[in-house]
């Protein structure tokens, strides 16, 4: 059954398992309580109630990260549930603490090229979702790979330490990252293609013999 997550910037996408797993894994990692099927047995749980309470309605990305911590809380796994915690909330702090600044360049009469020109300056606060939006409309991805390219963007700046970066800066990452991910795309497609080659020959020797 499929329902709508809230996230953030107040966009709508679906529930997947598969984030909540990533989430209990990362945190018990942290707090060096990795077990073998463990991860699964945990989001098995917050799953199974948020399809039991929200099968008819939207949750948002709080409450999901609110159920992930009582949920490792009463299993025995509070470190656990105190560094999801605390990661949410530093990363929540360091994100509102960056600003994105935009070059403005103008000219007083003349033309571009002589030194009657001008730059002025304008700070935005970070906002991923301005990366989702541009990558939806000028290079028209769909939402959840431009909302995987923005979040790889974001996590590089942050872990930048910076409080202020520029937009210039901001657009070699994501055009860094769309690179990433075409080669990636490439390599897998021809890897498909030398299995395929391979199974044709195996196939026609095996016809042969």
């Known amino acids: 059954m499929l329902f709508g997550v809230t996230k953030s910037d107040g966009s709508i996408e679906v529930y997947l398992h598969t984030k909540v797993m990533c989430s209990i894994a990362a945190a018990l990692g942290e707090s060096g309580n990795c077990q073998e099927g463990l991860t699964d047995y945990l989001a098995e749980a917050v799953t199974e109630y948020v399809l039991r309470r929200y099968s008819c309605a939207t949750i948002g990305t709080d409450e999901i990260h609110a159920m992930i911590e009582v949920v490792l809380s009463e299993t025995g796994y509070v470190e656990a549930a105190l560094c999801l915690h605390n990661h ?30 001008f730059e002025s300056y304008t700070a935005r606060p970070w906002n991923k979702s301005v990366i ?54 490439k390599a897998l497609a021809g890897q498909v293609e030398e299995e395929g080659e391979e199974y044709a020959g195996c196939h026609n020797m095996n016809l042969v013999s």
């Open 88 to 117: 949410r909330l530093t990363r929540g702090i360091k994100r509102s603490r960056i600003e994105v600044v935009y070059n403005h360049r103008s000219d007083r009469g003349g033309n571009g090229d002589d030194d009657t020109g």
């Open 132 to 185: 989702v939006q541009a990558l939806e409309g000028e290079s028209e991805l769909p939402r959840g790979v431009a909302r995987t390219v923005a979040g790889a963007v974001e996590e590089k700046v942050l872990l930048m330490g910076c409080r202020r970066v520029r937009s210039s800066l901001v657009r070699e990452l994501v055009e860094s990252e769309l690179w990433a991910m075409r080669e990636a795309e």
